[in-house]
C-alpha cells in the first residue's frame, strides 16, 4: 500500500467515525501495563477470588439438566420473580415480573440499552463526574450533549444547585452512581429526595446505576431510586450479578423500569442482545432466593478494605475510607508533584503496583492528585500491595 492509499484510509476513517476522539479505556491501558511489568494489579475493578461453590455448583446443574438454549428475551421468569421479591425486600417497591424487568449481559449493556431508547440528537444528560467511562461516549453516540457536575474531594457529595443550574429546555435525563464509582460515596436519602423534586419539576428522566448496591460500609444504608414512589416512576434502575458474586466475566445484570419506559428499553435490547446466558440465570433464580448470600456481602468486603487501610495508615498517603463499592481513593499530593496519569505510569513500572488515574474520569480531566485502587483482593495480594505502597 502506497502513502496516499494509506492516508486516504486515515481520512476515510476519520470521516465515518462517530466517535473520533474515544481512545482505549484506562482499564485496559493499565491491565496491560500491569501485565507487561509483572505488577500487581489493584486497577481494573475484579475480585481475584472465586465466587461462592455453591453458585458454581448450580450453574454447572443448569447446564447438566439442559438450559443451554435461548432464555426468553426479558430473561428467565424464574430470576424475573426472585430481583423481584429481593427488590419488594430491600427497597418496599414491586415491580411487576412481565413488564418491568429485564435481563441483560452485564450492567453496560443495560446503561448503553437506556441510552439508546432515549437520547436523541441534542438532548442534554447530566452526569456527576468523576463518572464511569461509558456513560459519555455512549450519550456522544447518539447525538447527546453531556452536561457534568463535578463531586469534590474528599466527599464527593452532589451539589444540587449545580445540577439545577444546568437544567434547560433540552436537558432529558440525569444520571446518578450509588454506591459510587469511583469515589465510593454513597448517596443520601436527602440526596434522593432531592433528585426527586428536580425530576418533578422539570419532568426528567433518571438513569440510576446502582451495580455497587450490596457493598456499602460503616452501617450506611443504600437509598435506592426504587424506594421513592414518584422517583421509580420515571427511573431505569441498572444493576450487576458480576460486580455482586465476584464473576465479572459472566456479564449478567438486569434493568427495572416501569412499563412504558421499559418498553422503549425492550425494543433496542430485542435486536442488541435478544436474551442472556440461560444456565446462569436458572442458578442465580435460586441462588437469590437465600437473601443472605447478598445481604452478607458488605461486612464481606467492609473486612478487606478495614485490612488495607489499616495495613497502609502509616503511609504518605491521605485518604477519606469509601463508604462503599470495592474501591479506595488515595491522595498522593503530599509524595509529588507528579500529575495522576505520570504517577500511576510510575507505579506500574517502578514500582510494580498498577492503580487507576483518577483524572480520566473528571470534568475537563481535571487532576485532583488521587489514585484508585481495587481492594476486591486475596488477602496476600493485599498485603504485599501494602507494602509497596508504604515504601513510597
Not at 426468553?72 to 429481593?86: F, H, N, S, V, Y
Not at 444504608?221 to 465479572?248: E, Q
Amino acid at each position: 500500500m502506497c502513502f496516499d492509499d494509506f492516508s486516504f484510509l486515515i481520512l476515510v476513517t476519520l470521516m465515518i467515525s462517530k466517535l473520533p476522539n474515544v481512545t482505549t479505556s484506562i482499564f485496559s491501558v493499565m491491565s496491560k501495563m500491569a501485565s507487561d511489568f509483572n505488577a500487581i494489579n489493584l486497577s481494573q475493578g475484579f475480585p481475584n477470588f472465586e465466587s461462592d461453590p455453591l453458585l458454581i455448583e448450580l450453574v454447572n446443574k443448569a447446564m447438566k439438566d439442559g438450559f443451554n438454549q435461548y432464555a426468553p428475551m426479558p430473561g428467565d421468569i424464574g430470576l424475573r420473580a426472585t430481583i423481584c421479591e429481593k427488590v419488594r425486600l430491600l427497597h418496599d417497591r414491586l415491580y411487576d415480573i412481565d413488564k418491568e424487568i429485564t435481563i441483560t449481559a452485564g450492567a453496560t449493556q443495560a446503561i448503553f440499552t437506556v441510552l439508546a431508547a432515549l437520547i436523541k440528537k441534542d438532548d442534554e444528560v447530566i452526569i456527576f463526574t468523576p463518572a464511569y467511562d461509558c456513560y459519555e461516549p455512549t450519550i456522544k453516540l447518539f447525538g447527546g450533549i453531556t452536561r457534568a457536575v463535578q463531586l469534590e474531594a474528599p466527599f464527593f457529595k452532589p451539589n444540587w444547585e449545580k445540577v439545577e443550574n444546568l437544567i434547560n429546555s433540552h436537558t432529558k435525563l440525569i444520571i446518578i452512581n450509588t454506591p459510587h464509582n469511583p469515589s465510593g460515596a454513597v448517596f443520601s436519602r436527602a440526596d434522593l429526595l432531592q433528585l426527586q423534586k428536580l425530576t418533578e419539576k422539570y419532568n426528567l428522566l433518571v438513569l440510576s446505576d446502582e451495580v455497587y448496591e450490596h457493598i456499602i460500609f460503616d452501617d450506611q444504608i443504600h437509598y435506592s431510586v426504587s424506594k421513592f414512589r414518584a422517583l421509580s416512576k420515571r427511573s431505569f434502575v441498572v444493576a450487576s450479578f458480576g460486580k455482586t458474586f465476584h464473576n465479572t466475566g459472566w456479564k449478567i445484570g438486569y434493568c427495572l423500569a416501569p412499563k412504558l419506559l421499559m418498553n422503549e428499553f425492550k425494543k433496542i435490547h430485542q435486536y442488541n442482545v435478544f436474551s442472556v446466558n440461560n444456565p446462569i440465570q436458572k442458578a442465580l433464580a435460586i441462588y437469590l432466593s437465600t437473601p443472605k448470600n447478598y445481604l452478607s456481602l458488605s461486612s464481606f468486603y467492609q473486612k478487606k478494605r478495614d485490612l488495607f487501610l489499616e495495613l497502609i495508615k502509616e503511609s504518605k498517603f491521605k485518604y477519606h475510607p469509601t463508604e462503599g463499592t470495592y474501591f479506595q481513593l488515595l491522595d498522593f499530593s503530599s509524595i509529588t508533584d507528579l500529575s495522576d496519569l505520570d504517577f500511576t505510569e510510575k507505579l506500574t513500572k517502578t514500582h510494580k503496583l498498577a492503580t487507576i488515574p483518577t483524572s480520566v474520569f473528571n470534568q475537563n480531566q481535571s487532576d485532583n492528585r488521587q489514585i484508585r485502587v481495587c481492594f476486591a483482593k486475596t488477602n496476600d495480594v493485599l498485603i504485599s500491595a501494602a507494602k509497596i505502597i508504604n515504601s513510597i
